[in-house]
């Protein structure tokens, strides 16, 4: 189906006092499109940090990124912020919602960002609710929501404009295992019935499981890019 993220050479160093820490040595992956893939790895290893690469949220001291083929780090600022808003979206482990806003209001956020019109993507938002099960709490605020309910939102958010990617950053770490369970099983559904392609962060064997490929990273290298 062909590569929708590639790296080569990729390195990321941060500034301790006088001294450069290499947190990222040289990582060089590939991602399908329609892949669901997990990266696992000790806290340290250099695991979030990739995916704030892969997403564009952070530059590398070297090497490249590519999604779809294009160097995102060569992008200008405007072309790199569409890209992410169109190609992208993000699930973090703390829901960053925006607590006065509906969950329908949140969903739509990215819309309004990308100043296109709310009302030609209702049909689009009455799917997404249907598909994270919350249509009947469309109008309630985050506040009124379980933890795992408000995880929903974040991932219908990241689904609105379609992306072709989603990064998902410890997407049930806040969460119990049930609820944990329940959000795996949405990412896979949304994996298998819409052909996005995931990528995820996570510490759990478990939901590492819902994925087709497995890279795991030790001292900011990947040791064991295989298939599960």
Same mark, same amino acid.
């Given at each position: 189906?062909?590569? #929708?993220?590639?790296?080569?050479?990729?390195?990321?160093?941060?500034?301790? %006092? $006088?001294?450069?820490?290499?947190? +990222?040595?040289?990582?060089?992956?590939? #991602?399908?499109?329609?892949?669901?893939?997990?990266?696992?790895?000790?806290? %340290? $290893?250099?695991?979030?940090?990739? +995916?704030?690469?892969?997403g564009g949220i952070d530059e590398p001291s070297s090497g490249q990124v590519y999604i779809q083929g294009k160097d995102i780090n060569r992008m200008k600022d405007k072309e790199k912020s569409i890209l992410r808003r169109r190609t992208l979206g993000f699930v973090f482990q703390f829901y960053n919602l925006v607590q006065n806003l509906t969950v329908e209001e949140n969903i739509m956020l990215p819309v309004t960002m990308d100043k296109k019109k709310t009302a030609d993507f209702q049909e689009q938002l009455d799917e997404i609710l249907e598909i994270v099960g919350l249509s009947e709490r469309r109008k309630y605020t985050p506040r009124e929501l379980s933890g795992g309910q408000q995880q929903r939102v974040a991932i219908a958010r990241a689904l609105i404009l379609s992306p072709a990617l989603i990064l998902a950053d410890e997407p049930i770490g806040n969460l119990d295992s049930k609820t944990g369970t329940e959000i795996m099983e949405l990412f896979h559904r949304i994996n298998q019935e819409k052909g996005i392609t995931i990528v995820q962060v996570t510490h759990s064997e478990e939901a590492a499981a819902y994925g087709n490929r497995l890279i795991r990273m030790k001292d900011g290298e990947v040791v064991e890019p295989i298939l599960v």
């Open positions: 189906m062909g590569n #929708i993220i590639q790296t080569e050479k990729l390195c990321k160093n941060f500034k301790v %006092g $006088s001294n450069e820490v290499a947190v +990222l040595k040289d990582i060089e992956i590939h #991602i399908e499109s329609g892949d669901f893939v997990s990266i696992m790895g000790p806290s %340290g $290893s250099g695991k979030s940090t990739l +995916l704030y690469l892969l």
